[in-house]
């Protein structure tokens, strides 16, 4: 049985497909990103995406807007790295009280599952990410060959739940608690060196503390060594229950099209747009 990643490509694809085979992983991230900068169109509020892969849009749309390829954008950006690299490409920032329509969000995802759906945040953005491109009219999201997954969960990489820092501790326990009895199931709340930057970690015990997100908050890393195996939907709410939980990383039904850079091309996947889409 094939893989449902193995899509026909579209034609406005077929270049870069050909142009991905033998390319470093950081040039596929760029492919996909300079793809998905096509659909942005003058005028447009874009939610602006954080992340190595998203990096190279925000580069990309800074240099159509210098150029006068693009004009009257405005992004509204998804973490303070975000916000730092679209004000160095020169895109003028905005915020959700002024726009609270989006009409275009371009981001990078962890994981992303056969019906599309995603695990993002590992670097702790997840509150912002899902607020900016949950309310977008079309959220494009771009990844390399080793975010698919069978299942959310599936890599044994992290499934983030960003906490409030107060109680953290009961809050966590709580967590462990809704999934007692999930085979290889564990949890740990994410630390960071007090000397480095949040996305580094120490094996010091005695220089850790917690990682805060630009929220103020702390993450908890879920990890399933099978994935997550259920109705996701009834499992996001479980989550979001629990007191002292403010969000977590799995993003269902957001995204309305992936496109995925592999060694040997370029696959789209896409699903009917939001109403008022393109």
């Keep these: 049985m094939g893989s449902p990643f193995l899509l026909q490509p579209s034609r406005s694809l077929t270049e870069e497909a050909m142009a991905a085979a033998g390319q470093s992983q950081d040039d596929m991230k760029r492919i996909v990103a300079l793809r998905a900068v096509e659909l942005v169109r003058s005028g447009m509020v ?3 995406g954080t992340g190595s892969t998203a990096a190279h849009a925000l580069d990309r749309i800074g240099d159509l807007l210098r150029g006068g390829d693009l004009r009257d954008i405005v ?6 790295w975000a916000a730092a690299r679209a004000a160095a490409a020169g895109i003028p920032l905005t915020d959700l009280a002024a726009h609270p329509v989006v009409d275009l969000s371009i981001d990078g995802a962890d ?11 590992r670097g702790g953005s997840l509150l912002r990410e899902k607020m900016v491109e949950g309310a977008s009219r079309r959220f494009v999201v771009i990844v390399d060959d080793s975010k698919p997954v069978p299942r959310l969960g599936g890599s044994g990489l992290t499934t983030p ?13 709580r967590l462990q608690n809704l999934f007692d009895g999930t085979p290889s199931f564990n949890l740990k709340l994410r630390t960071a060196s007090i000397n480095a930057k949040a996305s580094a970690f120490t094996e010091k015990e005695s220089e850790i503390e917690p990682f805060v997100t630009d929220n103020k908050n702390y993450i908890v890393d879920l990890f399933f060594e099978d994935g997550i195996h259920g109705d996701l939907q009834a499992i996001s709410d479980d989550l979001l229950r ?3 939980v403010v969000e977590h990383g799995m993003f269902l039904g957001l995204a309305t099209s992936v496109i995925v850079a592999r060694k040997d091309g370029v696959v789209l996947m896409d699903k009917e747009a939001k109403s008022n889409g393109f």
């Design 75 to 80: 992004g509204i950006p998804t973490s303070e």
């Design 242 to 244: 629990i007191t002292g």
């Design 161 to 173: 739940v960003e906490v409030i820092p107060f109680g953290w501790a009961l809050t966590l326990r």
């Design 46 to 48: 874009l939610g602006l």
């Design 111 to 121: 994981e992303v599952d056969p019906a599309l759906n995603l695990v993002k945040s």
